[in-house]
């Protein structure tokens, strides 16, 4: 039975009050029920798409006029571009590096990522291509990013600095790939590839937020470079 509207409104008002009090603790809080669901989703596929919708439901730890400040904002486009430049950069450093180390089968992480959306639509291949475009260029960069470069960066940055909110909101952002790749079935050297590529690639859009100001910029970042993996895995790896 749902909640009634002024109980939500009550909860939501506490969990905000909280969060303005003890961002970092509150931040901590959120991200172990985001980890523990996105972890799980390794394990059962409606944990992983719950796990995108939760991501989107960090902004409930922040009043609207709150939102600027954690990096729900406008960017300058140079800014924007360069560091949309230097995460390109790292996804392919890393991708490089992941091929050189584990090769093009199975043992390679990236090699996977067409088999998650194969799993979303078995048997119907388009809509799994417009799945993985949309999903990879759009969805998870804007979810993840106002999550992880929005609410998790702002709160340790007000804190602990910038330095430390790149790094808290890269490691964050890396561990919970591990309900993505390498857990179901299990495979070590998954794990060694997909820990240090996905945490270099979170620095650059750490990098990215500090230079922009903006997780939004973040989330393009991520797009394009999302883009541009998903099409050298199809077509290279």
Same mark, same amino acid.
């Given at each position: 039975m749902p909640l009634p509207l002024s109980t939500r409104r009550r909860t939501v008002h506490r969990v905000r009050t909280h969060h303005r009090a003890a961002p970092v603790d509150s931040a901590v809080r959120l991200y172990a029920v985001l980890a523990a669901v996105r972890i799980g989703g390794a394990f059962t596929l409606p944990l992983m798409v719950l796990s995108v919708g939760l991501s989107a439901l960090a902004l409930l730890v922040l009043d609207r006029r709150d939102w600027a400040a954690a990096g729900v904002r406008r960017f300058r486009p140079w800014p924007a571009v360069a560091g949309t430049a230097l995460v390109v950069l790292a996804y392919a450093d890393t991708?490089?590096?992941? #091929?050189?180390?584990?090769? #093009?089968?199975?043992?390679?992480?990236?090699?996977l990522v067409p088999e998650l959306f194969r799993q979303l639509a078995p048997g119907a291949p388009v809509v799994g291509a417009v799945a993985m475009v949309l999903c990879m260029g759009v969805l998870v960069p804007l979810v993840e990013e106002v999550c992880y470069r929005g609410v998790l960066y702002s709160a340790v940055e007000r804190a602990h600095g910038g330095v430390a909110a790149i790094a808290v909101s890269s490691g964050a952002w890396a561990l919970v790939h591990l309900g993505d790749y390498g857990l179901q079935p299990f495979n070590a050297r998954v794990i060694c590839g997909v820990l240090p590529s996905v945490f270099v690639m979170g620095l650059a859009l750490g990098v990215c937020r500090a230079w922009t100001g903006s997780a939004l910029a973040c989330a393009v970042a991520q797009g394009t470079a999302n883009l541009l993996l998903l099409g050298w895995v199809l077509w290279v790896l």
């Open positions: 991708m490089a590096v992941s #091929r050189v180390a584990f090769g #093009r089968g199975t043992d390679n992480w990236a090699a």
